[in-house]
């Protein structure tokens, strides 16, 4: 089938899709649950985004991206951040990066679910940690996403997100 400019035909779908070249660069956040209910597996998932995702991304965007990483650990204590964000997004940074997600343990969670749901607000709208009132607690942002790269937000959970109230509400 035919398509118009800029856009390429996909089989899978039997439509037209507009083309996404990345020409100007990636922006990318992990967002990792590192409650206690991760500890058997935290440690393979951190090797899986530095040892390949990560090259793979330098590989495809050279210097022309930026890495951001948020830690949920759900510190239901006031004044405690419900999450943590350990690098925010700046251009070629995987050295810095790599050293963070090396910093992380998956430890504490005091519920089922985790406040992962505000992790992404909280990335979307490039706003500080919270503590379990809302209250924003100072310290990193995540950067804002810049207007013509391409954009995605990678959380890895094994929970249902819980918001402030700690309790997820379908």
Do not use: W
Not at 46 to 58: C, M, S
């Amino acid at each position: 089938s035919s398509c118009p400019t800029g856009f390429t035909y996909n089989t899978l779908t039997n439509m037209c899709e507009q083309t996404n070249t990345c020409e100007e660069g990636l922006d990318i956040v992990f967002i990792l649950d590192a409650t206690a209910s991760h500890q058997d597996s935290i440690d393979n998932i951190k090797a899986a985004i530095a040892t390949t995702i990560v090259p793979a991304i330098i590989s495809n965007f050279g210097a022309n991206y930026r890495l951001g990483l948020v830690s949920v650990k759900d510190r239901r204590v006031d004044g405690q951040a419900l999450f943590d964000i350990l690098e925010p997004m700046t251009l070629a940074n995987q050295t810095s990066f790599t050293t963070q997600i090396n910093t992380i343990v998956a430890e504490g969670g005091t519920g089922v679910e985790e406040p992962t749901d505000l992790a992404i607000q909280a990335v979307l709208n490039n706003t500080q940690a919270i503590d379990r009132d809302g209250d924003l607690l100072g310290g990193n942002t995540i950067g804002a996403f810049r207007a013509g790269a391409s954009k995605a937000i990678i959380l890895v959970t094994d929970n249902l997100p819980s918001g402030l109230n700690d309790d997820y509400d379908d």
